[in-house]
């Protein structure tokens, strides 16, 4: 029998193209689908602040911006913590009407589109939320301020619906030191032991983003529950303060903790760190003199070029710089402790490659190309938070005792 032979190389390569191809979308494929099977968290956003003050529906996909319930469906998010933060300028006598404010903004929304989303104050709430298809908005209060030294409105935001409070924003206040600020106590004080101690007992999970080491320290030394950091970076990529160093990281693997790694240019290199310091020093905050535009490009030009600076598109910080944070936490705290925490806010860019949560898919794909197998992608999207959630929120005692 006379074999046919292939009577060009032109051939075998549209053969071996047409495999190439194949293989490719069956990859692509896999991957959307671990993504959209994976539960993915993203443990960090001040969405409450456009509800409240630029009377936004979060139903529609807003005027730039980079989170609002139609991009959470598109980039296959469950779970979107919703911060509600707290001005460091207040009076201190005003903290906790803000946040009862943007508590009461944030509940309304979240019962207004009660067909898409839920509010979820424990693990198990989460669980049941996501399997019935909708997205589970936990809530939380940023800066430990807003409780104005009392645990009787700490009980109070408990039992409203808030399942989890970072101590502090960048100002020291009565009772724990911010790592922005100079400071007053070398940790917690007394009643700041109190606090984490009433967290603790209610089963709130406790938040150590922005709070200074000592106070991180003590926290670690005090909290019978494992501790988050909701949205912080790795020092060793980027020396700023609000980056955790990896002393900070073995210890909150140890206490059974999880980072969620941020997405805010200046936390991730120290090129943007530098030139966002100098914009800082040219005048008043860069990030309010440009309105919320969704091109980052555009948007990162137009800030550089309002502060009369020059600055080279392609210093940006990308969505490896991010991929890179992962791996360096992963590496010092372990698969299990490393979640994201994004911090996308309108007036500040997202790195190159996210313009927004519908862009989440890439990082699935970031980190699969990085080796990462299915299980760990699955820990590192959301699975870890779910474990700490349900962990601290199921073990506490009612907020009303
Ligand atoms: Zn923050």
């Not at 509800?51 to 980079?66: A, F, N, T």
């Not at 997405?263 to 309010?288: D, I, R």
């Not at 949560?357 to 699975?383: A, E, W």
Request: aromatic share 6%.
């Amino acid at each position: 029998m006379k074999i046919r032979k292939c009577s060009t190389p032109l051939c075998c390569l549209v053969l071996g193209l047409l495999v190439m191809t194949m293989a490719c979308v069956s990859s692509k494929e896999r991957i959307e689908t671990l993504h959209r099977q994976a539960l993915v968290w993203d443990c960090h956003n001040d969405l409450s602040y456009r509800v409240l003050y630029e009377k936004l529906d979060i139903s529609q996909r807003l005027p730039g911006g980079h989170v609002d319930i139609p991009r959470l469906k598109e980039g296959g998010v469950d779970v979107q913590t919703v911060a509600l933060f707290i001005q460091n300028f207040l009076f201190p006598d005003r903290c906790a009407s803000q946040a009862r404010q943007l508590l009461a903004a944030m509940l309304k929304a979240i019962e207004q589109n009660s067909d898409q989303v839920e509010l979820a104050r424990t693990g198990s709430d989460i669980e049941r939320i996501v399997a019935a298809g909708r997205i589970a908005m936990p809530l939380a209060i940023e800066g430990g301020h807003a409780i104005e030294n009392s645990l009787e409105n700490l009980r109070e935001f408990h039992r409203l619906g808030v399942s989890s409070m970072t101590l502090t924003h960048n100002v020291t206040h009565d009772w724990a030191d911010s790592g922005a600020d100079e400071p007053r106590w070398g940790g917690l004080n007394q009643l700041g032991r109190d606090v984490v101690r009433e967290m603790n007992r209610l089963g709130m999970v406790i938040d150590i983003s922005h709070v200074s080491d000592e106070t991180f320290f003590d926290v670690i030394e005090i909290s019978e529950d494992p501790v988050i950091a909701s949205h912080s970076g790795c020092r060793t990529l980027n020396p700023h303060s609000r980056n955790m160093s990896n002393e900070m990281l073995r210890a909150l693997a140890e206490n059974g903790g999880v980072i969620g790694i941020v997405f805010v240019l200046p936390f991730l290199t120290p090129e943007y760190l530098e030139a966002m310091n100098e914009l800082e020093a040219v005048g008043s905050p860069w990030f309010q003199q440009v309105p919320p535009i969704e091109d980052l490009e555009l948007r990162i030009a137009m800030e550089h070029l309002n502060a009369g600076l020059n600055w080279p598109l392609e210093n940006l910080p990308t969505i490896e710089d991010v991929l890179n944070h992962i791996d360096h936490a992963v590496k010092i705290a372990g698969v299990d402790h490393v979640g994201l925490g994004a911090d996308m806010y309108p007036r500040t860019p997202s790195p190159v490659g996210i313009r927004g949560v519908q862009d989440y898919p890439h990082i699935t794909r970031g980190l699969k190309k990085r080796g990462y197998s299915d299980k760990d992608i699955r820990k590192i999207m959301g699975g870890n938070f779910l474990r700490v959630w349900k962990q601290v929120t199921e073990s506490g005692a009612p907020s009303s005792d």
